[in-house]
């Protein structure tokens, strides 16, 4: 009831916003699909925090692997490392996960309207695209929406190409493999969500390719720029020391004088 309680007003909000969208000749399909582009133009500011984080963790990422390297037998002590070198370096690993967290709600509100809009189908028409009969219905409901869950795989993997730079090889092989598992969950939603989703996602393709064109990438902190505290320092080869040349011998003195040649003189 609680959580009820906190989604009625959001579920409400949406139902109006669909409802002006609708007034202005939108289907209630492409009235989902206007949303989700409006809902993304409100995120822009924390999408772009979100890939200067990426980008600068990528850049990062070799001190990050040494300071993993160092305390990789004391969890506690790495996790307070990695704390420290992220406020060093102005680094919010959190931001990566804003713009989805932001959606949440949206998600969870649309659920219930489309939910709403099965029980008590609004005046209007709910078909898209002349191939989805119904928007309110299941996904599995009629042949068009495995055509969507392919669609939403398709550019969940793209999505997932572009924003997911700075993981590691073993979450971004779990980042691909998460569509396929959530195929099974998204078949028992209405077709106007995975709609919402796949417009998210084709919406995140899109901004992944203008980003990478616009915002240069950070570079690599110098190495004569100042480390962090917790970087150990590279082993400097101590200098060869100095060889002293060895002196020349002296010549042997001998115990007989030395003879004088004297020259002949010339006859006459």
């Known amino acids: 009831m ?3 309680s906190i989604l009625t007003p959001l579920e409400h909000l949406l139902r109006h916003i669909l ?40 850049a990062h990422a070799p001190q990050m692997k040494e300071i993993q390297r160092k305390y990789k037998g004391d969890r506690q002590k790495l996790n307070e490392e ?9 680094i919010n690993p959190a931001s990566s996960c804003l713009p989805l967290l932001a959606q949440f709600p949206i998600f969870i509100g649309l659920y219930y309207t489309l939910r709403e809009f099965s029980r008590n189908p609004p005046p209007g028409d709910l078909s898209w695209l002349h ?4 928007i309110a219905d299941h996904v599995t409901t009629h042949w068009s929406g495995y055509i969507l869950l392919a669609v939403y795989v398709a550019s969940q993997l793209a999505s997932t190409y572009f924003m997911s730079g700075s993981m590691q090889q073993s979450q971004r092989v779990l ?94």
Do not use: D
């Not at 990695?82 to 102005?90: A, G, I, V």
């Not at 191939?131 to 119904?134: G, K, M, N, R, Y």
């Open 175 to 268: 980042m691909y493999i998460l569509p396929f598992a959530f195929i099974f969950v998204i078949a028992r939603f209405p077709t106007g969500l995975v709609l919402y989703w796949m417009t998210t996602n084709l919406w995140t393709v899109g901004q992944g390719l203008i980003t990478r064109r616009l915002i240069p990438k950070v570079a690599p902190p110098a190495s004569e720029q100042k480390r962090s505290s917790r970087t150990p320092p590279k082993e400097v080869a101590a200098p060869a020391p100095a060889v002293a040349p060895e002196p020349e011998p002296e010549p042997k003195a001998s115990g007989q004088p030395r003879r004088v040649k004297r020259k002949k003189k010339a006859r006459r």
């Open 2 to 4: 609680i959580v009820y």
């Open 19 to 58: 409802n002006g969208l609708h007034s202005f000749g939108f289907t209630w399909a492409w009235s989902i699909c206007v949303l989700t582009i409006l809902v993304r133009m409100l995120l822009v500011p924390l999408t772009v925090k979100q890939i200067h984080s990426m980008q600068s963790m990528q």
């Open 82 to 90: 990695l704390m420290k070198f992220y406020k060093e370096n102005n």
């Open 131 to 134: 191939f989805v009969p119904s």
